[in-house]
């Protein structure tokens, strides 16, 4: 009798071979090397320099990544890579860039809740629309910008994401407190002096850190879901600023 023919094989996406080369901590490997595999809806924007991308699980209700592209840094850790100034410059001349996008959108989401966009959208429903708009809520200052002292993926990359830690993919002490403490260095602190303190996260113990409420220094002790509790509670209040 002859053999049965085996059936088909079901076809790979591009990105699942891709992504299959790297493991767990490589997993924003792919995004640098071949960004065009992946939808807007994933990948905002990339060129030569950067890819800036959504966070597969984002800490924040808006949650950006920054990945520089150049060889030489990728793989470094942010305190080494960002000793080279000329680096460091472009680095953050191009977070500044990514932060406007994630204010905008900020905006988009929030406008219709928000207290400070009422005269805003009043005059762009006018008919005519004045010459000139009302500026609004300044949604660039609900962004932080930044890199963890001890990052959790191989690949350098930077933060960019709303202030509001309101996600359900937050789930843990470290999730909280790696964006609530010093862990989390702004990407405008660098260059670090030699003796700053935040060069040693697991000295200073900033993960293991009580917890501490973001927006009105309310303490928690070791109680996550009091505080989640809370957080939406912050949330709900911040967005109707």
Known sequence: MAPKPKPPLE??????????VFKARDNLGPYIENPSLFPPSVVLYYNDDFVAI???????????????????????????????LEFLQKVQK???????????????????????????QQAMDADPPPNELPAGRDWEQEIM?????????????????????????LRHRKHYNSFSTPFFVDVEDFPLAEDDVRRHPGREGYLKS???????????????QQLKAHLEEEFQAWRAL
């Open 94 to 120: 191009e977070t500044k860039r990514l932060k406007r996008l994630a204010a905008a959108e900020l905006r988009r989401m929030y406008s219709n809740t928000s207290a400070q966009e009422i005269t805003r």
């Open 11 to 20: 076809p790979i996406s591009a990105s699942h071979k891709v992504s299959n």
């Open 210 to 224: 009580d917890f501490k409420c973001w927006r009105c220094g309310r303490m928690f002790g070791n109680k996550f």
């Open 54 to 84: 959504r966070d597969r699980y984002p800490k924040s209700s808006l949650h950006l990544l920054l990945l520089p592209r150049d060889p030489a840094k990728t793989r470094l850790h942010p305190f080494e890579a960002f000793e080279d």
């Open 145 to 169: 910008c930044g890199i963890h002292a001890h990052p959790s993926m191989n690949h350098l990359h930077i933060h960019v994401l709303a202030v509001d830690r309101f996600s359900p993919c």
